[in-house]
């Protein structure tokens, strides 16, 4: 029995990762890896697949975009087994992997799967009120940015700063709660993003200051005029939007966010960018939650900091004030 099953997603940086596959498999072999390969066929079949392999004894590993990782993490985790779950980043987006500290990077993924280390990090959990569940280990958010990730799941059209900008034209804000360990929101947001690791759409930091080892989310609630959010996007990619005047930062253990009105159905919430419905939806961070395969030190936060000259969880403040001592 091979002791690694690769779940890949042939529709994986919209078709384009057959090069990726290949040089995948060509690394593991070259690295005298015993696995064996299984292709997702549908949507949700990698949380099927991921489930059973575990079961049956393999360390899963999930070679794709979020999409694929989250799938494949959630089914390795349900399946009870304790199977060690690694990924092997091949996406348009890949903020699963390097919320692990994974760089996009195939072949220094299967490396790091060589190497073997493994260690204990939180998970996310989310369940909305339609009793849809999923783990997970970037964001959970909720208005705007849920309604990106819905277009982008389901339209053909994979420009994403188009579907942003066209999803903003058309957005209205509305009035939210969201219940926090010891603090309530109330009023209008653009989004809640619920923040286990600090990135999501392909390494926007709207949390910056999420840490998967501190057993605590990170939570960022924004309400900015659209034309004004528009402009904060490359503030976001280069990790510089904290602290903001129109953002409302909390930390808490567990997180439930519901519509103001009731009757009001217009926000879906996401995790990793998996639609899971409409609010309300509650989440809990669970400390030391689940073991990965990853890599000893955090290699995307070191390329982050060799590009921009910082980190991505030091903020604004701490930048400024560093340049000031």
């Known amino acids: 029995m091979e002791d690694y099953a690769i779940i890949y997603n042939p529709t994986a940086k919209s078709g384009e ?14 690295l005298e890896i015993s696995y064996k390969a299984v292709e997702t066929e549908y949507d949700g079949h990698a949380i099927e697949l991921a489930s059973q392999l575990a079961k049956d004894g393999y360390r899963v590993i999930a070679a794709g975009g979020d999409g694929t990782a ?20 091949m996406g348009s987006g890949n903020d699963i992997p390097a919320a692990l500290g994974y760089r996009a990077d195939v072949k220094r993924a299967c490396e790091i799967i060589a190497e073997g280390f493994s260690s204990k990090c939180d998970i996310g959990y989310a369940k909305t009120d339609s009793d849809v569940e999923r783990y997970f280990l970037g964001i959970g958010s909720q208005g705007f940015d849920a309604e990106v990730a ?30 926090m360990d010891n603090d309530t929101f109330e009023g209008e947001a653009n989004l809640a993003a619920v923040g286990l690791s600090g990135a999501y759409g392909g390494g926007m930091f709207i949390c910056q200051r999420a840490n998967i080892e501190d057993g605590l989310f990170d939570i960022s609630i924004v309400n900015i005029d659209k034309v004004k959010l528009a402009k904060q996007f490359r503030r976001m990619y280069n990790a510089t939007l904290l ?19 009731p009757e009001d159905e217009s926000y879906f919430c996401q995790v990793d960018g998996e639609v899971l419905g409409r609010l309300p939806v509650t989440y809990e ?17 070191e390329e982050f900091k060799q ?4 980190y991505m969880w030091e903020c604004w403040d701490e930048l400024e004030k560093r340049k000031k001592n």
Not at 74 to 84: D, E, P, Q, R, V
Not at 287 to 301: D, L, M, S
């Open 17 to 30: 990762a057959k090069e990726d596959l290949e040089y995948a498999f060509k690394c593991l072999n070259e």
């Open 70 to 89: 989250n799938q494949v993490l959630h089914g390795t985790i349900i399946s009870n087994s304790g199977a060690l779950c690694g990924f092997i980043p």
């Open 150 to 179: 819905r277009r982008s799941n389901e339209e053909k059209e994979k420009d994403y700063n188009m579907i942003i900008l066209t999803a903003l034209r058309e957005w209205e804000n509305k009035e939210i709660i969201v219940k």
């Open 243 to 261: 602290p903001h005047p129109d953002i409302s930062e909390y930390r808490s253990k567990k997180v439930r966010v519901e519509m103001r009105i």
């Open 285 to 301: 961070c669970i400390q030391n939650g689940y073991e990965f395969i990853r890599p000893k030190i955090n290699e995307f936060a």
């Open 307 to 310: 590009k921009y000259g910082h």
